[in-house]
């Protein structure tokens, strides 16, 4: 039977939401081209570009390819499939300084680039090793080729901010992890492999879970981290399945930050936030020095009271974040979050965003 994924949930009607807000493979992939520029790197003394260059700039917003060259499962012919090598050297290409991937865990513990943690007929990635979903999903790539890619931009574009990663560490789903028993191990393969490519200066952690954010902090505490806050984590358990069709239970309430979970049908575990000041606290509790909030959310704010998403952004940034948003599909979307003043904007139409972004130092 096949699954609903967060794309289906993520695209549902909000309308409910302001009642629930207030303003108060590669052949590289065998190692040996990532070792050479890695020792290229060191001789030079510093990569080109990092992420502390991304994070210092002044000029903005910054487009950031969303999924290599945006969300697309086959349904563009136009664009390479979201999550592949093709397309996160195509986000390159088209001028991108960051490209970002979602990151899943095979059974065998390779990461690889997948947005959800299950494939279409409900089969769970971690219930296959990485020979049998290459099997099932021959586009299939892992960290391990994606890093060598950006890295090879980096260092291939000395003149430029370019060749740098943002990896969405993705909460599991009760489909796939009924227990909560994967997390730990994802993280830490995620940053083994990240600091054996020597990739630590390439990256920052982006992920909707508080939870994989403090991991993070605790196992590798140099590389800058994003919380990401999603309108559905906004909404009361009564709006979020007037809004999905899915039933929500909630679960344990974290011990650690404080947070109600929930379960929305078996596609989701997430956070909620009661305001927008709780995941802002949230966001310093995990040491990120990033928040996303979901563009429909800011939108929502903006028609219901003029100003009123300008007016979270600089309340944001005034507390030492750097504010992000997405997904822009269109120039109206460029144009709006822009308005916003933020510091960086997913894009889903690449090279559109490229086009509208001020010319970068």
């Not at 990485?130 to 890295?151: D, M, S």
């Not at 920052?204 to 999603?230: H, K």
Request: glycine share 8%; hydrophobic share 45%.
């Amino acid at each position: 039977m096949p699954v609903r994924s967060e794309r289906d949930a993520h695209e549902a009607p909000m309308l409910a939401i302001m009642l629930a807000l207030s303003m108060t493979a590669c052949a590289d992939e065998a190692g040996v081209t990532g070792a050479v520029l890695s020792a290229a790197a060191t001789a030079s003394g510093t990569l080109p570009s990092t992420t502390s260059d991304f994070l210092s700039l002044e000029t903005g917003p910054v487009a950031i390819a969303h999924r290599g060259m945006g969300a697309n499962l086959g349904e563009d012919p136009t664009r390479p499939i979201e999550n592949t090598l093709a397309a996160v050297r195509q986000g390159y290409e088209s001028g991108a300084s960051v490209v970002e991937v979602d990151l899943q865990m095979t059974a065998d513990g390779e990461i690889v680039a997948w947005h959800d943690d299950f494939l279409d007929d409900g089969t769970c990635i971690g219930s296959l090793t990485r020979g049998q979903l290459e099997a099932r999903a021959p586009h299939i790539v892992t960290l391990q080729a994606i890093l060598q890619t950006a890295r090879r931009y980096n260092i291939g574009n000395a003149d430029r901010l370019t060749g740098l990663l943002t990896v969405d560490l993705k909460p599991s789903s009760p489909l796939c992890d009924p227990d909560d028993m994967r997390e730990g191990p994802f993280v830490e393969n995620v940053i083994a492999i990240i600091r054996r490519m020597r990739a630590s200066e390439l990256i920052y952690f982006n992920s909707m879970s508080p939870v994989l954010l403090g991991m993070a902090a605790e196992r590798a505490p140099e590389i800058p981290r994003q919380l990401t806050v999603l309108v559905l984590q906004l909404l009361s358990p009564q709006q979020v399945e007037a809004a999905t069709g899915l039933p929500v239970t909630l679960i344990e309430q974290d011990p650690d930050y404080g947070l109600q979970w929930a379960e929305v049908g078996v596609i989701h575990r997430l956070p909620g936030y009661t305001s927008p000041q709780q995941a802002i606290a949230t966001a310093f509790a995990t040491g990120s020095r990033m928040i996303s909030y979901d563009l429909l959310l800011l939108g929502h704010l903006e028609q219901m009271a003029g100003g009123a998403a300008a007016h979270l952004v600089r309340r944001t940034q005034a507390l030492g974040l750097r504010v992000m948003a997405g997904d822009v599909s269109t120039t109206s979307d460029w144009l709006f979050g822009a308005s916003l003043g933020v510091h960086a904007l997913y894009a889903n139409d690449v090279p559109l965003a490229v086009s509208l972004q001020p010319q970068l130092p």
